[in-house]
């Protein structure tokens, strides 16, 4: 079955700078890739997303990217804010099915 | 546009005894799935519905774990019986049908505990 593998497990960065989270995945079925925020006492909510017909996505401060060739795929956040503090989730599907999620990233951003 | 409700928010009780979960997902929303998050873990897909039929259970322990979504709306996700290891978030998330375009919405989750 598919295995998803995130890094880093905690992430500290200063207000302003930039954060990448990267993410392995195993199956080469899978084809649908959501990032999820997850605040304290919430469910995941979905920040992006992107398909495997697709090498990058961009929503404002928020990309993600992916190499299908190489199975991973990556989030960046640019200009971070404190409101950016959360745990971030990676995950894998194929077809809308069979959703994997990766083990999570702490993110803090300093002020 | 109402989210996916879910209840209680928390629970707790001893080893051995029952258990149940409730769901109520985003209205139009066919495809409904219960997910387990372990303390410090990424959320685990538990079973997943399309309508009221099952499309993937592959990781639900159906020696003491059990789900039902009937008329296709609620779901309920029942415990019986429960083992210390069950202590965790239990996440509904629904999401319109589709193949890949399945974006989920996750409710707020029901914390449990075992004792």
């Known amino acids: 079955g598919e295995n998803v593998e995130q890094h880093p497990s905690t992430l500290s960065v200063q207000e302003g700078d930039s954060a990448v989270i990267k993410c392995t995945y195993s199956?080469?079925?899978?084809?649908?890739f959501p990032w999820y925020k997850q605040e304290l006492g919430k469910g995941p909510q979905l920040i992006i997303d992107?398909?495997?017909?697709?090498g990058e996505k961009k929503d404002q401060r928020i990309a993600v990217t992916l190499n299908k060739t190489a199975k991973h795929f990556s989030l960046h956040i640019t200009e971070t804010q404190p409101e950016d503090s959360a745990v971030y989730f990676c995950?894998?599907?194929?077809?809308?099915?069979?959703?994997?999620f990766g083990p999570g990233t702490r993110l803090s951003v300093l002020p | 546009e109402a989210g996916v409700a879910q209840s209680p928010r928390y629970k707790i009780i001893e080893k051995r005894q029952s258990v149940a979960f409730w769901c109520n997902p985003i209205?139009?929303?066919?495809?409904l799935y219960w997910y387990q998050q372990i303390l410090g873990q990424g959320p685990k897909l538990l079973i997943q519905?399309?309508?009221?039929?099952?499309?993937?259970d592959s990781q639900l322990p159906k020696d003491r774990f059990s789900a039902e979504r009937l008329k296709g709306v609620d779901s309920t996700l029942k415990i019986q019986p429960a083992k210390l290891e069950d202590s965790a978030v239990y996440l509904c998330?629904?999401?319109?049908?589709?193949?890949?375009?399945?974006?989920?919405?996750f409710g707020p989750g029901t914390r449990l505990t075992v004792l």
């Open positions: 998330a629904s999401s319109l049908p589709g193949g890949t375009q399945g974006t989920q919405y």
């Open positions: 199956d080469s079925a899978s084809n649908y």
């Open positions: 992107i398909r495997s017909n697709v």
């Open positions: 995950a894998a599907s194929t077809e809308g099915q069979n959703f994997v």
């Open positions: 209205s139009g929303h066919a495809t």
């Open positions: 519905f399309q309508n009221n039929g099952v499309v993937d």
